[in-house]
């Protein structure tokens, strides 16, 4: 790939894409706002810049990967100023996708482009290259991006025009909490049962109720290992995104919006930095019973 990349936001997801476009020979250039995040990629072959500014007058293509809908706007905005004709933007952050459409079509009146490209699969699945990447935007952008996208995910899905692949996104969250919630009922009953939780997983993961949740989150849960993929605080942005979303549709989510109260206990209950699949720990508090309490023993 020809063009220089810029990539904003070295966070959880952030740090394992910045690193697999390096490795796949890109010439990257990266910020992030706490400086010492972009030791490692420095160290791996990336530049750094000095700020977004910078970044945006250098790279022709930049990607973003920050936490919420104000902080996209506000990179984008702190670029606009120094980018080059042409430049494209690709936010594979979760965000609004209403605000997502007027950002693109303020880049598209200074003949710039976006791309929104929400990312799923976990912190493992930006380590290992193979999030799954739902885009939205112009086909011809897309084609341009390919190579970067190649570098992070294996399934790579263009959705439709600016704002579906966000809305696609919110759709991948809907039913990523809501298994859990069933991840996290079934490992509470199972364990008032008095089952071999670890004999209970293998049986059932590889059936009809086998999912990606299950599989990778179950054992964590059973293991009382509650280091993130995804944050409980990222989550509950997300389904506040979720739910803003269906009430400007009318559209009744009963399970998601029950995850959101859960997820929103639980963050105040100070849990907000453990991982997504602590939720399971809000139906302990109900029922008062401890999944794999002598695992964690």
Request: hydrophobic content about 45%; charged content about 20%.
């Amino acid at each position: 790939m020809n063009e220089p990349v810029g990539f904003i936001g070295l966070g959880v997801m952030g740090r394992g894409m910045a690193h697999n476009l390096v490795r796949h020979g890109v010439d990257l250039t990266v910020w992030n706002r706490t400086a010492s995040g972009t030791k490692p990629l420095e160290k791996a072959g990336a530049r750094v810049a000095s700020s977004i500014r910078a970044l945006a007058e250098h790279c022709t293509i930049v990607i973003l990967c920050v936490s919420d809908t104000p902080d996209v706007v506000a990179v984008i905005e702190e670029a606009i100023p120094s980018a080059r004709p042409g430049a494209l933007f690709i936010d594979t952050s979760t965000i609004s996708p209403s605000v997502t459409k007027t950002l693109a079509a303020q880049l598209g009146a200074r003949n710039m482009h976006m791309l929104d490209a929400p990312i799923s699969g976990g912190s493992e699945g930006a380590a290992n290259g193979t999030l799954s990447i739902m885009i939205g935007g112009e086909e011809d952008q897309v084609a341009r991006a390919m190579p970067c996208f190649e570098a992070m995910g294996t399934t790579i899905t263009h959705v439709g025009g600016h704002g579906a692949g966000q809305t696609v996104k919110l759709v991948n969250q809907i039913l990523v909490v809501v298994n859990m919630l069933a991840v996290s009922e079934a490992l509470t009953f199972a364990e008032a049962g008095g089952l071999d939780l670890e004999k209970t997983l293998e049986a059932v993961t590889g059936g009809a109720a086998g999912s990606w949740m299950l599989a990778n989150r179950g054992p964590q849960c059973t293991q009382r290992d509650w280091r993130p993929g995804f944050t409980i605080d990222l989550q509950l942005k997300d389904l506040r995104l979720v739910l803003d979303a269906a009430d400007e549709l009318g559209v009744p989510l009963v399970g998601a919006g029950a995850c959101f109260h859960l997820y929103r206990s639980l963050q105040r209950n100070g849990l907000g930095s453990e991982g997504n699949h602590a939720l399971v720990k809000a139906l302990e508090r109900l029922s008062g019973i401890e999944v794999g309490k002598q695992a964690g023993a």
